[in-house]
């Protein structure tokens, strides 16, 4: 099966075992009717389920970040993947030379070289572990331009001070009223969101990775939009 990989997954016309696990998965119970059902308030005009896959033609679209549970969608089904990335944006290189000072933990390499390897996911570590240092780490051996997305001014300071500690370079800064882009930058989501769409897409255009810090927040309003 052809599979195309840039912002979204296209598959190809994907055979029909594929197509319906995908459409499974990717379908599930709106919370907003479920609670108003609860409640026994009017759920007109709230969708029942959410879908997440679109059918275009004979084309199917899934999110980004399904990749990894379409790969074993088509391993059960005995199906092969032939994955484009030509639209992957790549941004620009960086090279970036950590500092002595720093010495990472064995956990910390781990993380490290499995979010370069694996391309996206989920770091998950507890409070101490030096996530900000994993994610700066991962940036310098990727060798890529990124952007850093935060929500607050606290978490902006703590990545452009990390930066700042691994690598000794200062980080663009796009939020508490700057708006300086660099190869590296730190940004929070509400000035981006103010930013609009256009210009937003704009400049997403260079950079070859992307860090939501503290992503469980992703599904407010503001980071979605």
């Known amino acids: 099966m052809r599979v195309t990989v840039d912002s979204?997954?296209?598959?190809h016309e994907p055979p029909a075992a594929v197509a319906a696990a995908v459409r499974e998965a990717l379908t599930i119970d709106n919370p907003q009717h479920v609670e108003a059902s609860k409640q026994l308030r009017d759920t007109r005009g709230i969708p029942e389920r959410l879908c997440y896959s679109t059918q275009i033609g004979?084309?199917?679209?899934?999110?980004r970040g399904f990749g990894i549970e379409l790969r074993k969608i088509c391993a059960r089904e005995g199906v092969e993947m032939d994955c484009d990335w030509s639209g992957m944006?790549?941004?620009?290189?960086?090279?970036?030379?950590?500092?002595?000072?720093i010495t990472s933990r064995a956990y910390q390499v781990r993380a490290?070289?499995?979010?370069?390897?694996?391309?996206?996911?989920?770091?998950?570590a507890p409070t101490g572990s030096g996530k900000t240092v994993i994610g700066a780490l991962a940036v310098g051996n990727a060798g890529r331009s990124a952007l850093v997305v935060v929500h607050t001014k606290d978490l902006l300071d703590q990545w452009r001070e990390s930066f700042a500690r691994v690598y000794g370079i200062e980080a663009g800064i796009v939020g508490g009223g700057k708006r300086d882009w660099k190869p590296i930058t730190v940004a929070t989501v509400q000035?981006?969101?103010?930013?609009?769409m256009s210009e937003v897409m704009k400049r997403a255009q260079e950079f070859g990775a992307v860090i939501l810090d503290e992503c469980h927040h992703a599904s407010a309003d503001t980071w979605f939009e």
Request: charged residues 25%.
């Open 8 to 11: 979204v997954i296209t598959m």
């Open 58 to 63: 004979w084309d199917l679209v899934v999110p």
């Open 89 to 101: 944006t790549r941004g620009e290189a960086v090279d970036l030379e950590c500092s002595p000072e």
């Open 112 to 124: 490290v070289l499995k979010m370069v390897r694996e391309k996206q996911g989920i770091v998950v």
């Open 191 to 196: 000035t981006l969101h103010r930013l609009g």
